[in-house]
């Protein structure tokens, strides 16, 4: 049976509307705008701070929100036309397909809800946050007549350093307080943060770890505030998306009314893991609230070249960030990471693989990137570590890096191994050993 959803969306350019803001949303538009000729999406998001916010987050996925007309509503994404309203949100009629809000009502073919950051605090001086593009696309604040260009943003997520690199490039100053010993701590592992912390103060943003604002603002100085709408959306919704990610407070969204939806491993701060998302037409549910052809966007499965390879990139000016399959910082006994990065900065590689058999579970790179089919291949066939490091340099995108990269990479992999070798085949003798005595 072919997906309704989908034709139904390739057919007639579907309207999506989005309440609230969020990486996770954006990885789904980014995937939507694939499965359809031309779509629109409508954004509510009560601050103000839409566009300010949405300029931030495809940053970090390398796209650019572009202006369509002179009206500061509506932009562009490729092959998506995005608006936005700040109406507050009143009610939803599942029914029909119908948002209401404080300017009206607005219909919709699907519903997108995002609930992922808590609070993002920024301090200017001359309110600048007054000025009347401040939360457009286009600052151009090297073009007025300010003295004083500083900014400062407390915060240590992904969306706190690419409002900095926003900042950056319009013309301002900025500096992150960073609330913790580390920049994106729980998104990116601390290695790579300390080389993304090194880039960012060379580019002249300042950084001041594990410090906040001070509650007494000296003079002169205004703050603003953008934090989660978390108290618009009590009724259920068929037509509904939630996205891993980093969602504060997830608790506040009543879970039971979101049919179906399963949370794992979520703790009173933030939920780590979601599984089991569906995306439904409200046409598409039957009677026990099932959904008849829906498909996963479960943002976990996001696909590599659509071969089952989990892949992932953030973008910080013209460094980025790369995930293929599976990474993580922590191994235990069977599992181990192999991690290395360059004497001058800017560039890491970080292979995940198992210990027993060697295989690898997953790659990570910073600066470098590597060809997706080469990486696709690499992961299904269970490709050992000692010879996909053989080979990197068949994988390995050409830059003006490359060629200097790969042999040094090699190199501290083989002294590295060989200990694993050694280690490895250690504690086999000894359990065998314990068997007989």
Not at 138 to 143: L, R
Not at 258 to 287: G, M
Not at 382 to 401: L, Q, S, T
Not at 402 to 421: A, G, T
Request: glycine share 6%; with cysteine; charged share 25%.
């Amino acid at each position: 049976m072919k997906n309704r959803i989908l034709q139904k969306s390739k057919e007639n350019s579907p309207h999506l509307v989005v309440v609230g803001m969020g990486l996770s949303g954006i990885d789904f538009i980014l995937r939507w705008q694939k499965k359809v000729k031309q779509s629109d999406v409508t954004f509510f998001e009560e601050s103000g701070f839409t566009p300010l916010l949405l300029d931030a987050f495809f940053s970090l996925k390398g796209k650019t929100l572009t202006s369509i007309c002179e009206d500061p509503s509506y932009y562009h994404v490729d092959n998506i036309k995005v608006r936005f309203n700040s109406s507050s949100v009143k009610d939803i009629n599942t029914r029909d397909n119908k948002i209401y809000h404080s300017t009206g009502y607005t219909s919709y073919d699907f519903l997108l809800i995002i609930h992922e950051f808590d609070q993002i605090r920024i301090v200017t001086n001359n309110n600048y946050y007054n000025h009347p593009s401040f939360f457009k696309l286009s600052n151009n604040f090297e073009n007025e007549e300010v003295t004083e260009k500083e900014i400062a943003i407390e915060g240590h997520d992904l969306l706190t350093l690419a409002l900095a690199i926003k900042f950056l490039n319009d013309g301002l100053k900025p500096t992150i307080y960073c609330d913790k010993s580390r920049l994106a701590m729980g998104e990116i592992p601390k290695e790579e943060a300390w080389l993304i912390g090194k880039y960012f103060k060379n580019l002249g943003i300042g950084i001041k770890f594990e410090k906040r604002f001070s509650e007494k603002l000296p003079n002169g100085l205004s703050q603003i505030c953008i934090k989660e709408n978390s108290n618009k959306l009590a009724q259920p919704i068929n037509s509904s998306l939630m996205e891993y990610g980093e969602m504060p407070l997830l608790t506040r969204l009543k879970l039971e009314e979101f049919y179906p939806v399963r949370v794992v491993r979520k703790n009173s701060k933030h939920c780590t893991d979601v599984v089991s998302i569906r995306e439904k037409s409200a046409v598409d549910i039957n009677e026990k609230g099932e959904a008849l052809d829906g498909y996963s966007v479960d943002q976990r499965k996001n696909k590599c070249e659509r071969e089952g390879v989990l892949f992932n990139q953030y973008v910080f000016k013209e460094l980025s960030w790369q995930t293929y399959g599976e990474i993580s910082t922590k191994w235990g006994a069977d599992t181990q990471n192999f991690y290395w990065e360059h004497p001058e900065g800017g560039i890491s590689f970080r292979m995940h693989y198992r210990k027993m058999d060697f295989s690898i579970k997953g790659i990570a790179c910073l600066g470098i990137s590597f060809n997706k089919t080469f990486i696709v291949n690499a992961l299904q066939s269970n490709c050992k570590a000692y010879d996909f490091i053989d080979r990197i340099d068949e994988g390995m995108e050409r830059n003006v890096y490359s060629f200097k990269v790969y042999p040094l990479i090699k190199k501290s992999f083989d002294v590295e191994f060989k200990k694993n070798i050694k280690s490895h085949r250690s504690s086999l003798i000894k359990r065998v050993f314990s068997k007989f005595f």
